[in-house]
C-alpha cells in the first residue's frame, strides 16, 4: 500500500466500490495512526475521531478485510490485528513478551517466498499464493528489562484447567 493511499481514504474506498462512510473513514483513520492494532484499540481510536459504535467497527474491518484494503493478522495466542499495508510480500515480528508486531520485508521478495518440500507429492495440484512468516523474540525494550515478562505464545491455564487439577490433588 502507498502512503498516498493511505492519505487518500475517501479515494480508496470509491475504487474499491465503497460508500465513504463516517465508519469507515474512523477505522481508516484508526489504522493509520495505530498500525497491528487489535480490534479495541481501534474503537477507541475511532472514537477519538467520530462517533462509531462497535458494531460499525467490526463490519468495517470486516468489509475491508473481504475486499483485501486492510489485512487480518493473527500470531500465535493473540487477538486478531489490522494492518493497511497491503499487497506486498512481508512478513512480522512479534514480541514473546509484550506482544509488539512489526512489519518486516520478506527475504527473497515474490510470494510464495517459501517452498515447501514435496508439495507435489503431500498436496497434489496444489497452488500456492503466499507464505506467512512470523519471526518471534523480544523487542529492545523486553530483552533490555531486568523483570522478566510472561510468554504470551505460551498456553495458558484456564479456569477449567485449574479445577482439573485441584481434582486430580485432592484423590
Known sequence: MTDATVLQPSAMLRRAGLRV???RLAVL???ARHPHAATDVLI???RETRSVSHQAVYDVLHTLSDLGLVRRIQPAGSVARYELRVGDNHHHVVCRSCGDV???DCATGSAPCLDPSEL???APGFVLHEAEVTYWGL???CAG???PQPDLTAPSRTASSRT???RKNRV
Do not use: G, M, R, W
Open 21 to 23: 462512510t463516517q465508519p
Open 29 to 31: 483513520d484508526a489504522l
Open 44 to 46: 477507541a481510536a475511532a
Open 102 to 104: 512489526v512489519d518486516i
Open 120 to 122: 507435489d507429492v503431500h
Open 139 to 141: 523487542c529492545a525494550t
Open 145 to 147: 528489562s531486568a523483570e
Open 164 to 166: 482439573t487439577e485441584k
